[in-house]
């Protein structure tokens, strides 16, 4: 639709060269630790303060480190399943919000941003104070024993994604949906033909947002593993005290190449479908 | 639990008493609060600075460039925090990359200086002296715009995105400039997302521990560090909860006093769409 | 926790552990030789180990708490005793590790690996060897080139040492002195390093860091530039442990992996992987000379002899100590 409408009206702000500027310098200053990082994957030393030389032995060590696969192959096993409960749990939370006024509706909104507001480790202590509480299992069985760091991870990311998909909410028209309810829709389709639609970007950024909230928790998730669910963070931050190896470096660089492969495809596939809509 | 009280190493007794909150009101701990309010706000301000431009240049960039820039801001959060931190440090710290970049500047700096002759006035410094970035209350307000600019980012974005350009169009045919067009009609349209934006980066910020920790320096201790002082080595869990509800309640006192200026503010100028 | 038995496997063990604290092929070879499958599961301090056990063991076997913190843990009734007539090799430990101060008897802790704070630093910048505290906690002559550590406990313990007093006094009086101490010299101090003092040292950010001596012995090894002293007053000596949890699984075989520890090929191993003082004689017989006589490892005897370890005081002292810090770094 905009692009549409981009036809018609000339207004262009990307050709206001400071505004190219900002975004230009934002760019390289977010991305110069992440460059800085990539280097040092390749250098011959046990840590990260002086360049000893190139080596790509750190590489081949990670792929015998059996233990970090087992870390990373967790980190994403929570992070896909928690995102989309939470992303699923945010967006219902929102059109409720938004949609309905039922009784200490105003409350709710504030208890929504409890998990933002409380610090994390005062969290994360109450995460496992409850699970104790609580007698929750301690599975050993793979996907189940990571059962308490998903649920833990659900409960703090989910507001994120309602106050997202909240502020792209506020600006659909409620008059819409009662203009489709009139024409026959039912909730259902109310909410997959209007709503969802509309929110779409706001979903799409709120489930990467999710995400990585997921992947990169470090102390929540501390609190609530037990012995059979190590994650990446857990890991890496457990390194502080012996000097975080290059390893990680090397693991985090072959993660932004393969998110780097992937949206590329992405964006390839998306934009090809466009042509062919447009047809 | 902040109303119980800590009785043995690791027994609590419930007691609802409010000794944790009295204690909580003393100087130390009231400077440190207001210490990490003003570098919450300070980081809060300067990560709106910079997300404003950027979420503009997006929302008007084609598709295609449009969704390699969303990315590209979000491809750095998938490192972890911790790593991230750690590069920073290697690009600040006294020997650095960018007091390294600096340094050798003013070598070639100097000797263009001493091609001419002109090296014994010391125009530029006897000496390099290398720009401590590191471990001082700077580093640490820049580590945290460095990590949370992308969330506010994201939501400014979203509503942004959903501007009507006819309207901009108009009010540049009726003569508005930049400046008119970006207060009167931009800024009280996406709001809204800047709201949101103010939450996802003023709170976090508040509570943060790591990044002061590692970035800052003897002076920068923020009240996230004595929360997570008072869960960790002083085994003070109710006293830890009692300073984080004191945290809730500031959060949601500054919330409810904006709630109450965007009453008035809708109140005030009632054609606004905010 | 009760449901914890349904989920019982005989031949596994789930240890607790820091990064990187055991040799590489430790393991496996406990595998081979017992038959066991360990499972490792790390932290990164003290106090995270103490919170996680505190609400009960959500399954772990073995764990490596510190001295202080095995002492506070049986008083807090964490842990398991351990059962001497099961681990057959004691008789390998140096005998002066037999009946530590936080341990009498060694009933719920076996000793792993040992060590010194100290200061770590940049022998091509100092004017002196800093033998001594002093030039730490009461000199402005490396100002601003001065990091120390982040932990209360130690930071103060050493500013007492420096003061003349014990590390372990309960008198309000000497932590007053000591926190004055420590407000004056904040401005000369760069930076309280969370473990990372290294770090600072190899990049050159500073020239005097605070540091365990097995921090700094791995940057010795990378970089000939830098040095390890334990100051003439006397400093912490820091002792980590082998010990059971309550309510363990696999009991047996955390006795087991604790007699396969003690072995002394297996305590060589894992000195020479991890580079720390093992208080395993027999191991140590094994070890070479370079590792034998290293002082970043070994600090001379009389220097030992001035050091304490850290013992519990009570909650009343923790809680003097912490407020003491809290002021320390608001001021």
């Known amino acids: 639709m905009s692009a549409r409408m981009r036809h018609f009206t000339p207004i262009n702000y990307t050709k206001n060269s400071a505004l190219k500027l900002i975004t230009l310098v934002f760019l390289i200053i977010l991305y110069l630790p992440i460059i800085n990082l990539i280097v040092f994957s390749f250098n011959d030393s046990k840590r990260n303060i002086v360049w000893r030389g190139f080596t790509s032995k750190y590489y081949e060590k990670l792929f015998e480190n059996e233990m970090l696969f087992v870390a990373f192959s967790n980190s994403i096993t929570i992070a896909i399943i928690s995102t989309i409960i939470s992303t699923f749990l945010g967006l219902t939370t929102a059109i409720a919000l938004w949609k309905f006024n039922f009784y200490l509706k105003k409350y709710y909104d504030i208890a929504l941003l409890f998990p933002i507001i409380i610090p994390e480790i005062c969290m994360g202590i109450s995460m496992l104070v409850f699970f104790s509480y609580i007698s929750w299992p301690n599975f050993q069985l793979w996907p189940l024993s990571l059962s308490s760091i998903i649920i833990a991870h659900v409960s703090f990311i989910f507001p994120f994604v309602a106050i997202i998909i909240r502020a792209r909410l506020s600006m659909l028209n409620s008059e819409i949906l009662e203009a489709g309810q009139d024409l026959g829709a039912n909730r259902y389709q109310v909410v997959r033909k209007i709503i969802v639609p509309f929110v779409n970007p706001a979903l799409v950024a709120s489930f990467l947002l999710a995400f990585t909230l997921s992947l990169d928790d470090f102390v929540v998730t501390f609190f609530t593993s037990g012995p059979n669910s190590v994650t990446l963070p857990v890991k890496i931050y457990s390194m502080v005290r012996f000097g975080v190896s290059p390893e990680i470096n090397a693991i985090s660089t072959l993660l932004i190449l393969i998110i780097i492969i992937c949206t590329y495809f992405a964006i390839k596939f998306l934009s090809k479908s466009n042509r062919e809509l447009m047809k | ?274 | 926790m009760p449901l914890n038995s349904l989920a019982k496997n005989h031949n596994e063990l789930n240890f607790y552990n820091w990064d990187d604290y055991i040799g590489e092929n430790t393991l496996s070879d406990f595998a081979n030789s017992e038959g066991v499958k360990t499972n490792i599961d790390f932290f990164a301090d003290n106090d995270e180990l103490f919170s996680k056990l505190r609400e009960g063991n959500p399954g772990y076997d073995i764990i490596v708490p510190s001295d202080i913190y095995v002492e506070k843990m049986v008083k807090a009734g964490m842990l398991e005793r351990i059962n001497q007539d099961k681990i057959l090799n004691m008789g390998n430990i140096d005998e002066k590790f037999l009946n530590p101060v936080f341990d009498p008897n060694r009933d719920y802790s076996i000793p792993y690996m040992w060590g010194t704070i100290g200061i770590g630093y940049d022998k091509k910048r100092v004017h002196t060897d800093p033998d001594s505290w002093s030039h730490m906690y009461d000199s402005k002559v490396y100002s601003g080139n001065i990091s120390l550590l982040s932990e209360a406990t130690d930071v103060i313990a050493c500013a007492l040492k420096y003061l003349g007093y014990s590390a372990n006094t309960k008198n309000a009086k000497e932590y007053k002195e000591a926190e004055e101490l420590l407000i004056a010299q904040k401005k000369h101090i760069k930076v309280f390093a969370e473990d990372n003092g290294q770090d600072l040292l190899a990049s050159g950010d500073v020239i005097l860091a605070q540091e365990y001596n097995g921090d700094i012995a791995q940057v010795m090894l990378e970089d000939d530039n830098i040095s390890y002293i334990v100051p003439k007053e006397g400093s912490i000596i820091w002792e980590d442990c082998l010990c059971i949890p309550k309510d363990a699984p696999h009991r047996d075989n955390a006795h087991k992996f604790i007699n396969f520890i003690l072995r002394a090929d297996i305590g060589a191993e894992l000195a020479d992987y991890i580079q720390y003082a093992t208080p395993n004689r027999a191991a140590r017989e094994l070890m070479d000379d370079n590792y034998k006589s290293n002082p970043a490892i070994f600090p001379p005897d009389e220097t030992v002899r001035l050091c304490e370890n850290m013992l519990y005081q009570g909650e009343e002292v923790s809680r003097m100590i912490q407020d003491t810090w809290t002021r320390v770094l608001a001021s």
């Not at chain 2, 909150?21 to 910079?50: E, H, M, N, P, Q």
């Not at chain 2, 045919?173 to 009609?185: E, Q, R, T």
């Open chain 2, 1 to 274: 639990m902040s109303y119980g009280q800590k009785v043995d190493i690791i027994d609590i007794d419930y007691s609802w008493g409010l000794a944790n909150y009295v204690r909580a009101i003393d100087g130390v701990y009231l400077v440190t609060l207001f210490k990490s309010v003003v570098i919450s706000i300070i980081t809060t301000a300067l990560c709106l600075l910079i997300a404003i431009p950027v979420a503009f240049y997006i929302s008007f960039s084609s598709t295609k460039i449009k969704s390699i820039l969303l990315v590209s801001i979000l491809l750095p959060l998938w490192t972890n925090l911790l790593i991230r931190t750690y590069s920073l440090i290697a690009i600040l710290r006294t020997k650095g990359h960018v007091n390294n970049t600096l340094e050798s500047l003013w070598e070639s700096a100097n000797h263009v200086l001493n091609f001419f002759r002109l090296a014994s006035y010391n125009f530029i410094g006897e000496s390099f002296i290398p720009l401590s970035l590191m471990h001082n209350n700077f580093s640490v307000i820049l580590g945290l715009c460095y990590i949370y600019v992308p969330f506010v980012i994201i939501p400014i974005y979203l509503v942004l995105e959903k501007i009507d350009r006819n309207m901009l169009e108009a009010a540049y045919d009726l003569g508005a400039n930049h400046k008119i067009v970006f207060f009167k009609i931009i800024i009280p349209n996406i709001s809204v997302g800047i709201t949101s934006g103010i939450i996802l980066v003023f709170i976090p910020c508040l509570g943060s521990f790591i990044i002061p920790e590692l970035l800052g320096g003897a002076d920068s201790q923020m009240i996230g560090n004595i929360i997570e002082r008072q869960f960790k080595s002083a085994n003070d869990w109710p006293f830890g909860s009692a300073l984080s509800f004191i945290l809730i309640y500031i959060t949601i006192i500054i919330l409810g006093v904006r709630y109450v200026y965007s009453k008035l503010y809708s109140r005030l100028y009632p054609g606004n769409i905010s």
